[in-house]
């Protein structure tokens, strides 16, 4: 890190922590007798607390979105990108919220977390949660900051999902909704990958059956072969081409099965960075959520009537090159908001980096992303 930070960044942040001790009930039929949200906020709220806005993290996401934690930190938050002063949400008039999950593992009650019934941890004993679940919890953060209502919910891929939730569920507590990249759900071969990445954690001879930390190990080699799929289906191929191509590391090959593509070299360099920040039991979890999710379903699967209850106006974003959740599960959401009589805008924005490329500073993505933003913002008092 330089002495200073940069112009347009939120600067040193730091986490806060809700405890919640109003029992949650979950989807799956337990209850979470208390629990604990910890979140990042960056701006400040307003007299009238109409310009907050609500940042949901996907699959390996967590709190820490923007900003920098330490001046020895060598990299931002995950989405500082778009959020900061003179960025598309910008702090100069937004007040940001960003939440780790519930089941996450970045501090929010997870598997990773102590069980106070038992004193252990949770670890494979932790519920299944659902996206209507989060959606639910992030409520109760919201009431704890006195925020009524928000001026917009944002979230991209698993957070795309979970801001379309929230405009279903609670469609008086949100004015503004932006689903980027995201999809109304799973298609079969989405499925398809996450059973894979969990079969490989789960076949880790460190697994134990979810009880790996009582073993005094963790699922190393599973969960890298887990994050190595996962990233092959976040990039295209054009990016992974356009970056790697078939590139050796040597200058020649070797005729063995040591690495020799830099390729292989970058999945296995991603593989080993996230087994050392990531719980093997929260990607069980979250991919499981990601595959429940389906509001549709209870709507006799008609997408237009799921949609009925939307009041917030919404802003959907996909990506020519992102074959994970392509633009045509976008143009699902918008054909059936506009069926419903809803108030939507849409964008598929050419780029070559896949499904990552929500993430990333995309000069037509900034630019849309950021237009919509200062029309949310001219509705408000800045603080």
């Known amino acids: 890190m330089p002495d ?13 922590t809700l405890h919640v001790d109003k029992p949650l ?9 208390n629990y604990h949200l910890i979140y990042e906020t960056y701006g400040t709220l307003n007299q009238e607390k109409s310009n907050a806005i609500l940042i949901c993290h996907a699959l390996s996401g967590d709190h820490h979105a923007a900003g920098y934690h330490s001046m020895q930190d060598r990299k931002p ?16 008039h937004f007040f940001v919220v960003c939440p780790n999950n519930l089941g996450g593992c970045k501090g ?36 704890h900051l006195g925020i009524q209502q928000w001026a917009a919910v944002v979230g991209g891929s698993l957070g795309g ?33 996450n059973e894979v990445a969990r ?16 073993h005094n190990t963790i699922p190393a080699q599973g969960l890298g072969l887990a994050r190595m799929l996962g990233h092959i289906t976040y990039l295209s191929d054009e990016a992974m081409g356009q970056k790697f191509g078939r590139e050796l590391r040597s200058g020649a090959l070797q005729y063995g099965y040591d690495v020799e593509f830099q390729i292989e070299s970058y999945l296995r360099y991603q593989s080993s960075s996230f087994v050392g920040r990531f719980d093997a039991n929260t990607y069980l979890l979250m991919t499981k959520a990601l595959d429940y999710f389906d509001p549709a379903r209870d709507f006799n699967d008609d ?9 917030a106006r919404s802003l959907v974003i996909s990506f020519t090159s992102d074959w994970r959740f392509s633009p045509l599960r976008s143009v699902e959401i918008v054909n059936a908001m506009i069926k419903a009589g809803k108030h939507v805008t849409y964008a598929e924005i050419e780029a070559n980096q896949g499904h990552d490329a929500f993430l ?24």
């Open 161 to 193: 999902m979970q801001a379309l939730q929230w405009a279903i569920s609670l469609p008086d507590r949100l004015r503004h909704v932006l689903i980027i990249a995201a999809a109304p759900k799973l298609s079969a071969q989405n499925i398809a990958f």
């Open 77 to 92: 938050g995950w989405w500082d990108s778009a959020i900061g002063p003179g960025k598309p949400i910008d702090t100069n």
């Open 360 to 383: 990333m500073p995309i000069t037509r993505y900034m630019e849309i992303f950021g237009s919509y933003m200062k029309k949310i913002a001219s509705e408000v008092p800045s603080a």
């Open 199 to 214: 079969t490989a954690i789960k076949s880790d001879p460190d697994f134990h059956e979810g009880h790996y930390a009582e």
């Open 303 to 311: 997408l237009t009537a799921t949609v009925a209850s939307i009041q």
């Open 108 to 143: 929010s009650t997870g598997p990773n977390t102590i069980n106070p019934e038992t004193g252990r941890l949770y670890g494979p004993d932790f519920p299944i949660v659902t996206v209507a679940d989060w959606v639910r919890s992030q409520a109760v953060l919201a009431d």
């Open 25 to 33: 009930q979950l989807d799956c039929g337990r209850t979470l007798n």
């Open 4 to 16: 200073t930070l940069p112009a347009d960044s939120v600067g040193l942040v730091s986490p806060a």
